[in-house]
């Protein structure tokens, strides 16, 4: 017996499907995802026209003015509360911002909040298991005092916490530590926060103890990472180039690496390099814990948009190898996003900014939304507690085998 597949390779059930390519009121910089489901957005807030709310489900767009910051390359993370803080950005090259403001979904406005210690453009801000946020990096004012593998004296070293109850910022100044712009930032299982790359230059991975303030170095090899995932818990996927768009033009890698952070010993270990070399590559996780690359250059020359990758790949954490899916029209490069969306899709826009730059967003949607009928959820709880029990009522309840809570 002989048995032939011949599957179709556009077949959306193999390699998914993106949709049409969509225009939109400004170039997504920055999209993060809010509680009611709709992403807010923003790039430069030179006027009041830098930000505004996007409604998935609809396809509208709500202005959401403000402009006594520009939060050009700032860092953003939501709070218990539903409230997006937004913290640090742009005034001149390389040089960063003190301020900090806060966005309520419900009421689409944007109130200051308390300064920071330390100006800081290009910072990452995450959200910390006690509810208050952690930023850390960001240029203060180093004016075209680049060199790309050395420390910047630029840059903030000292990460600072923002409490959302009593609205303060508290600087850790015994955690002293130079990371490059946008350093890639997650929080274990154990709550303490590693990070395992950056923006512009790859580094040694390192976990901050927030509560004793003391850094510990994970692997003191350095492995290149353009951008990271956490994919299970203490898990992580990094891949492609790590390259400041202002260095001197250089060529990307396919490089992939994976971290347990859970294992009693702690190493990258590289794994099945990706189809297509990437910088300025985006990693988004995906309900059934595969990860989907989408964008990228072949090199860090932000113009250069003939570099442009347009194929999507899929990360299988099972087989640690990439497998290519469909491709998309536009190129996503410098200043690109990308995000999942509650209904299991990924949005994808921006790239530019400075340069040709893309209006447009386009949306992907993964090959798992093309195998049959989705199931339907009857009835949800409104909240639900840690460490309690909870019940989702579906008639589909016999053919589910699995089910992923995402934040």
Not at 33 to 50: E, F, K, P, R, Y
Request: net charge negative.
């Amino acid at each position: 017996t002989v048995t032939v597949s011949n599957l179709n390779p556009n077949d959306p059930a193999v390699v998914g499907q993106w949709s049409a390519v969509s225009p939109w009121p400004l170039v997504a910089i920055h999209m993060t995802l809010m509680a009611d489901g709709n992403i807010l957005m923003w790039d430069d807030h030179t006027d009041d026209s830098g930000s505004y709310v996007w409604n998935p489900l609809s396809n509208t767009f709500t202005p959401a003015p403000y402009n006594p910051a520009n939060l050009f390359c700032s860092g953003h993370t939501a709070l218990p509360d539903g409230k997006i803080l937004v913290n640090g950005g742009h005034y001149d090259s390389y040089v960063g911002i003190r301020e900090s403001v806060l966005f309520t979904p419900s009421t689409g406005t944007w109130v200051a909040a308390p300064q920071m210690a330390y100006a800081r453009w290009y910072p990452t801000t995450i959200a910390l298991p006690s509810g208050r946020a952690i930023t850390m990096s960001g240029a203060i004012n180093c004016p075209q005092c680049r060199v790309p593998g050395f420390p910047d004296p630029g840059v903030a070293e000292i990460p600072e916490i923002y409490d959302p109850v009593d609205n303060s910022w508290l600087p850790l100044n015994s955690a002293a530590k130079y990371l490059p712009l946008y350093p890639h930032l997650f929080v274990l299982p154990d709550g303490r926060v590693i990070a395992t790359s950056t923006h512009e230059d790859p580094i040694a991975s390192a976990v901050l103890d927030v509560n004793t303030q003391t850094w510990t170095t994970v692997d003191p090899v350095v492995a290149d990472g353009g951008s990271s995932v956490m994919y299970l818990p203490g898990k992580f996927m990094k891949a492609g180039a790590a390259i400041n768009s202002a260095y001197p033009k250089t060529s990307a890698n396919r490089l992939t690496h994976v971290l347990d952070m859970t294992a009693p010993s702690t190493a990258w270990r590289q794994t099945s390099s990706m189809a297509f070399e990437r910088t300025q590559l985006n990693l988004t996780l995906l309900p059934d814990g595969d990860v989907l690359v989408t964008g990228g250059s072949r090199n860090s020359d932000r113009y250069d948009e003939p570099a442009a990758v347009y194929e999507a790949e899929l990360w299988s954490p099972t087989t640690e190898s990439f497998t290519t899916m469909s491709s998309m029209q536009t190129p996503r490069m410098y200043h690109s996003t990308a995000i999942l969306l509650p209904d299991g899709r990924v949005v994808v826009a921006g790239g530019g900014r400075t340069g040709p730059s893309h209006l447009n967003s386009e949306i992907y949607s993964p090959s798992y939304l093309f195998k049959g009928p989705r199931p339907t959820i009857t009835s949800a709880p409104a909240t639900i507690e840690y460490s309690s029990n909870f019940t989702i009522t579906t008639p589909d309840a016999g053919v589910i085998s699995s089910v992923s809570l995402l934040r």
